[in-house]
Structures are given as structure tokens and as C-alpha cells.
């Protein structure tokens, strides 16, 4: 009875410890929310992390409001950039660490930013960190800078608390690609597609670039992407092309489709807000011939005539969609080419579903030449285009006040 009596004490006493043994005060630490890499000429990493300070990221329109991101002390800035070169990305970690008085943690990092530099050297490597370390988020957005990926994490911040959240912010408006470190790595690992992601780069945020215009006048912005073959940057798609992209990932959400109407019509544009569009990649092996058919359809909300044309009319309907039709399989088809003759890259996963339609013939044929037969597959584009809505009024403000004039 006694020794019964004297486990069930040992345990009450041990309850208060049960659940915090480990525990880390937010005091203690200093939590990154984003991280850059670039490549040295020496071959080191140089590892940019972007650190917020905790006393200055009160509620919107707060005292933290008034500062922007930092290069160094946490003054009234709502971050602090630090950075130190590394053998290896835990290297320069490590090297962080000691010039820090609290610990680096990563739960909280949403960007990871790879300089142009180092992608072109290839990113495996970087990444192999930001898989194995347990604190590491896989639905980071990774993303690639046209020149240094530190400049980007060293921008005043704007419209947000920190320069990391409105980035954060245009990938979640599907600004362009919408690329995590876990779709990245799957990229990277499937036969049949080649890694892409979204590129940022410096874009100067007033319109006034004067004189007195500096580097902190400009933001980061999504513009274009960056294209790879295995995991080195091979080149750049504008923000056109990258629109074919989406298309054929299936992965457009929304975009504007611009008509420009013939002078015989009467001249002018119309544009429509397409927000609806599905793409199916189907392909065909007849006679050892592999060809690929794409259907794309799109539902598009008419928002702008300053045609003569009267949209009220069904057969003028019919020919918008006929001319948006062939404006998108232009689009598409500038961005196939460019893939498969500059680049040599399947970023569109062509290869994955010549998988899943034929997996033998893709184990005995094509796997192992893949890079080969994309360059040169036939790839049909059709489009269907149905607008399903005109606005207010089918006349454009031409026709009315042409009309009134008379």
C-alpha cells in the first residue's frame, strides 16, 4: 500500500513538467520571415535572413507602421536584416547564430528568394537544407531574383508590416506562378515536367523617378518567371508568356483577354476579365506517333468596348469570342515554342501525362528521351471562349455619343 501511495505522489509530482520540458519563450527566439541565398564567386554561400522584431509589430497603425524593413538594429523597423557567408547553408547558419543573442527560428519563414546566381549553379543543394531541417515550412513560396536575392529582403516595406508579406501577398493573388518549396521539390523529382517558379525582381514603386529616386523607392515585384532544366536556371519567360504557362498547368485563375478590333470594323479594343478557365492535356499514340491535344475553355465578363461595335448583337458576340479564342491559342503557342526550342524545358508536365495516359510505352520509350522528344512532340491548342456577361449597356460610349450627335 505504501509503495502504491508513494508512485501515485511521484507522479502528481512530476505533472507540473509534463508538456513544457521543452519549451522556447518567444523572448528567446528571433523569428526569421524570409530567407535569401546567393552564390559567391569563391563558391560560399552568402545566407540573408530577414528577422522580425516582435515590439514593433503591433496592430496596423501602430507606432511599428512608421518604419519599414531595416538593414541592421532594431530601432523603430519592424525587421532587422542580417546576413554571413557559409560553406554550406547550415554553415552560414551556424555563423548567424553566434552574432545573435537569441535563436534563429524558421517555423514562420513564407519566402525563400534564390539569386540568379545561384540557380544557375543549381539549387539542389540550398534546398537540401530547407527539406531536412525540421523547422523549415515546405509551403514557402521559392522564388528567383533577377541579379542578388539579399536586395529583395532589403526593400522598405509599404502597404504591409514587413517587405516578406507583400510578397507573400502577390503570390496569394496569383500574380503569377504560385510555386511552394514542396511543389518545387515534387518538380524536381517526377519524370515528365521541369521545375518553373515565379520571378521577382526590383520595380521602382512611385512614378516619379527623379533625380532623387534611390534603391528604397523601389519594391519587390512578381514579374515573369524562371525557367529550369533538372534544378538550374536555364532563362526567363516575361509575364505574357508566363500567362501560357498557367494555361497549361491548368493553373489560371484569372487574367484580361484584349481584342483589337480591325480598322475595316471600326477600330478600337475590347476587353473582357476572363474567370473561369479549365485546360486538358490529352495525348494520342497512333501508330508509334505521339501527338498531344490541348482544350482549353474560358468564361470571360466583357468590361471595356471603345470599339464601334454593338455588343447587344449576337453575331458580334461570336466574333469577340472567335478573336479572344485565337488571341489565347497565340499566347499558348508563343510560350510551347519558346520551351521547347530555346529552353528544351517541359515545364508544363506534358511528359507526366503521357505517363498516366501510356505508362508502358512511357517506360519503354519515352523516359529515357524525354528531353529529346519534347523539343519536337506536335502539340495541338483548341480554344473555346464564351462571354457571359456584357455590363450595363451594350454600346460603347462611342457609338452613344455619335449617336447623340446626329
Not at 155 to 177: D, Q, V, Y
Not at 236 to 247: K, M, Q, S
Not at 251 to 273: C, F, Q, R, Y
Request: net charge neutral; proline share 3%; hydrophobic share 40%.
Amino acid at each position: 500500500m505504501m509503495r502504491k501511495l508513494g508512485i501515485l505522489l511521484l507522479i502528481i509530482a512530476m505533472l507540473p513538467v509534463i508538456g513544457c520540458w521543452s519549451r522556447v519563450e518567444l523572448n528567446d527566439l528571433s523569428i526569421v520571415t524570409a530567407a535569401a541565398i546567393d552564390k559567391r564567386d569563391d563558391g560560399k554561400y552568402l545566407l540573408t535572413l530577414q528577422i522580425a522584431v516582435p515590439t514593433m509589430l503591433g496592430p496596423a497603425g501602430g507606432s511599428g507602421r512608421s518604419g519599414g524593413s531595416g538593414t541592421g538594429g532594431g530601432g523603430n523597423k519592424p525587421t532587422v536584416i542580417v546576413s554571413e557567408e557559409g560553406e554550406t547553408i547550415m554553415d552560414a547558419m551556424r555563423r548567424l547564430q553566434k552574432k545573435l543573442p537569441r535563436r534563429l527560428f524558421l517555423s514562420h519563414s513564407r519566402i525563400i528568394v534564390i539569386g540568379e546566381k545561384q540557380a544557375r549553379d543549381g539549387i539542389a543543394p540550398v534546398l537540401d537544407f530547407f527539406v531536412r531541417y525540421r523547422e523549415s515550412r515546405l509551403r514557402s513560396f521559392i522564388l528567383v531574383s533577377e541579379g542578388e536575392a539579399a536586395k529583395i529582403l532589403s526593400l522598405n516595406a509599404k502597404w504591409e508590416k514587413i517587405s516578406a508579406e507583400e510578397i507573400r501577398e502577390e503570390e496569394k493573388r496569383h500574380i503569377g506562378l504560385q510555386i511552394y518549396l514542396k511543389d518545387y521539390i515534387h518538380m524536381l523529382l517526377t519524370d515528365g515536367v521541369e521545375p518553373v517558379t515565379a520571378q521577382v525582381m526590383l520595380q521602382r514603386a512611385e512614378v516619379d523617378g527623379g533625380e532623387n529616386s534611390s534603391e528604397q523607392e523601389m519594391n519587390a515585384a512578381i514579374s515573369g518567371s524562371a525557367v529550369f532544366r533538372k534544378d538550374k536556371l536555364v532563362g526567363w519567360l516575361d509575364d505574357a508568356e508566363t500567362r501560357g504557362v498557367l494555361w497549361l498547368r491548368n493553373e489560371l485563375k484569372t487574367s484580361i483577354v484584349t481584342v483589337d478590333i480591325p480598322e475595316d470594323k471600326g477600330g478600337g479594343k475590347i476587353s473582357a476579365m476572363l474567370f473561369n478557365a479549365t485546360t486538358k492535356i490529352k495525348p494520342v499514340l497512333r501508330n508509334n506517333k505521339l501527338k498531344i491535344n490541348v482544350e482549353t475553355r474560358m468564361e470571360n465578363i466583357l468590361f471595356e468596348n471603345s470599339s464601334k461595335l454593338d455588343i447587344g448583337n449576337p453575331k458580334v458576340i461570336q466574333y469577340v469570342e472567335q478573336e479572344m479564342e485565337q488571341a489565347i491559342k497565340d499566347r499558348i503557342e508563343s510560350t510551347l515554342y519558346k520551351a521547347q526550342k530555346t529552353f528544351n524545358s517541359d515545364i508544363f508536365g506534358l511528359g507526366t501525362a503521357v505517363y498516366r495516359a501510356y505508362p508502358k510505352a512511357w517506360n519503354r520509350e519515352y523516359k529515357d528521351r524525354w528531353d529529346d522528344e519534347f523539343s519536337r512532340v506536335e502539340v495541338d491548342i483548341h480554344t473555346h471562349a464564351k462571354v457571359v456577361r456584357t455590363g450595363l449597356t451594350n454600346k460603347s460610349m462611342i457609338m452613344v455619343e455619335e449617336e447623340e450627335n446626329k
